[in-house]
């Protein structure tokens, strides 16, 4: 497998960011091709937590480099956090698939009852620097493919009308974000639109 990376490293790496580590969520029920974990981190000081994978970086040996999905909500929310990203560990095992930055995942419905949100959005993090979606062998190197361990995905819950919108070009939804400045960890946060 090319894609061996401790967990020692990703745990730290998502500390830096996230804030501290409060351990293992959720593991699956030692099924095969299932062999990932929830990790939580809570930022007590920006009253935020982040829900990571650990582990879906080995299901795809071929790839240039390893991947894991985050979501990052206000600390209350932490329940919607980790039902998001257990949901999409189970997705990507099942279809042996990876998530890309820009694509939406449309549930058509909404994803819970009173949130308003019907899809989510693979992205970079809209909070943390930018050193957060990538994990390098070398910092102080060019962020390539051959330097890059791992690359984070974060999950950010999106209203129809943002799914609407960005379906043709993710790029509108991004120029209304930086025009409303709308609450992204908040999964209640009303549309930007």
């Excluded at 929830?38 to 080995?58: C, K, P, V, Y």
């Excluded at 329940?79 to 449309?106: K, P, S």
């Amino acid at each position: 497998m090319g894609q061996q990376i401790q967990s020692v490293p990703l745990l730290h790496h998502v500390q830096t960011y996230a804030g501290e580590h409060r351990g293992t969520e959720s593991k699956p029920n030692n099924r095969p091709n299932r062999q990932y974990s929830l990790e939580r981190f809570d930022h007590t000081a920006s009253g935020i937590t982040t829900i990571t994978s650990n582990g879906l970086r080995h299901i795809d040996s071929d790839a240039p480099f390893g991947e894991e999905i985050a979501c990052t909500l206000r600390t209350p929310q932490a329940g919607y956090a980790r039902a998001i990203v257990g949901a999409m560990c189970e997705f990507i095992t099942l279809r042996r698939t990876r998530i890309e930055y820009g694509q939406i995942i449309d549930n058509h419905d909404h994803l819970f009852d009173g949130t308003g949100k019907e899809g989510l959005l693979a992205a970079t993090h809209p909070r943390f620097d930018e050193k957060f979606n990538y994990l390098t062998r070398n910092p102080n190197a060019a962020r390539t493919s051959d330097n890059i361990e791992l690359q984070i995905v974060t999950l950010l819950p999106i209203s129809r009308h943002e799914i609407e919108l960005a379906a043709p070009d993710i790029d509108l939804l991004y120029e209304q974000w930086q025009k409303n400045h709308p609450d992204l960890l908040d999964i209640t946060r009303p549309s930007a639109l």
